[in-house]
Nanobody, 122 residues
Framework: QVQLVESGGGLVQAGGSLRLSCAAS????????MGWYRQAPGKQRELVAT???????NYADSVKGRFTISRDNAKNTVYLQMNSLIPEDTALYYC????????????????WGQGTLVTVSS
């Protein structure tokens, strides 16, 4: 009933930039934290960046200084600006949100997007 739709992935050369977007849609829901995770071929899914509703930030060490997470609460959207991309950033990027739905507004569950592929060539 609550869906996350990602966009912005694609193929880019090393040193380039991409901006990922993830919009939540549905009825009578509330979102706490949102974030981005990624999974490279043959690897486990890892945290990239998270942001709370109030704006507290958390980044993986591998992306600090290069990636920026932000959100627009009015649009229920989270963004990931990726600069200075390197081949190691190649992965399927997933959007994540902690979501509660009416009437159980204090019960949050994890919702995941379908993933968007980012490929960085060298």
């Amino acid at each position: 009933q609550v869906q996350l739709v990602e966009s912005g992935g694609g193929l880019v050369q090393a040193g380039g930039s991409l901006r990922l977007s993830c919009a939540a849609s549905g009825s009578a829901f509330r979102i706490n934290a949102m974030g981005w995770y990624r999974q490279a071929p043959g690897k486990q899914r890892e945290l990239v960046a998270t942001i709370t509703k109030s704006g507290d930030l958390n980044y993986a060490d591998s992306v600090k200084g290069r990636f920026t997470i932000s959100r627009d609460n009015a649009k229920n959207t989270v963004y990931l600006q990726m600069n200075s991309l390197i081949p190691e950033d190649t992965a399927l990027y997933y959007c994540n949100a902690d979501v509660a739905r009416f009437p159980r507004i204090n019960t949050y569950s994890e919702v995941w997007g379908q993933g968007t592929l980012v490929t960085v060539s060298s």
